[in-house]
């Protein structure tokens, strides 16, 4: 990795962690997801970066893919669990960050957050060239297994490359026989997922999170705006609030290409048994002797 692309790397990391922080500190009772959402995405263009992907909140049993819509009513209660997912980047170079919050001053699940966050703590630790994912995921599962929790299975980390969130090698949250090997160079997300139920999520919703998936051909209006989605977002995720500023027709112009298969929308994840769910997540580029954490 070149000095220019570490240092690009760095720079997101030190924003998303602080887009990260800022955002934890938003959540209250009342507050709303859409205005926590707008303020964090906010926050990061004024430091002179992008969001990477729009901000998930995902609450209790949902682990991952909730991003509030454009007309979004949902405010924050007592009580609830929420993941602050933030992704930055400079020039395509990605940052992927998040924290567990429990709104109020119950603390029912204090535990459940550490667990996620000695999980990641131990991850980290570990890692140096030329290691094995499947160790990773070893170490994981048995942190949060020995504090009586389940990992979530099928939820991973993921590399990352320039302008690509999910690069290809994924870091398994249990142990498994997942071939990939991280190298030296290599950009990784780790993220424990923790569970009080299944440990095992499936879809349960509309996410409201867009991506180009392909191209087809288009009639001129719509192909303008395909254009104009490429050229803001190329393929990394993007919010429906995010194409107001094109026209007032953009939903349902979003609404078109879902249909013909151009945008894919993904879908919320949740826990299959409805238990409540936490994260920790960090964004490391892997040395010759360990890593070095872009997001702490």
Known sequence: MID?????????GRIARDARNFGAGLIKEGKSYLEVAEQIEKFITEKGAKPAFPVNLATNNQAAHYSPGINDK??????DIVKVDVGVHIDGYIA?????????????????????HLALENAIAM??????????GTKVEETIRLLGFKPVSNLTGHEIRRY??????????ISDSNPDILYAGDVVAIEPFVSTGT?????????GIL???????????????????????????FSPRWCL????????????????????????LSDTGGGIVTQAEHTVIVTEKGCEVTTK
Do not use: C
């Open 127 to 136: 890692i140096e060239n030329n290691m094995p994912v499947r160790r990773i």
């Open 164 to 173: 690509n969130l999910h690069a290809g090698k994924s870091v398994p949250n």
């Open 199 to 207: 440990g095992y999520v499936d879809s349960s919703g509309r996410g």
């Open 74 to 79: 949902r405010k924050f209660r007592s009580g």
């Open 96 to 116: 992927d960050t998040a924290v567990t919050v429990e709104v109020g001053n119950e603390q029912k699940y204090a535990a459940l957050i550490d667990a996620a």
């Open 211 to 237: 991506r180009v998936m392909r191209e087809r051909p288009l009639e001129q209006e719509l192909n303008a705006f395909y254009v104009w989605l490429k050229e803001n977002f190329g393929y990394l995720p």
């Open 245 to 268: 500023e094109f026209g007032a027709d953009a939903e349902k112009k979003i609404h078109t290409l879902l249909r013909y298969g151009v945008l894919y929308e993904y879908s919320i």
């Open 4 to 12: 220019e692309e570490r240092s690009k790397y760095m720079n997101a």
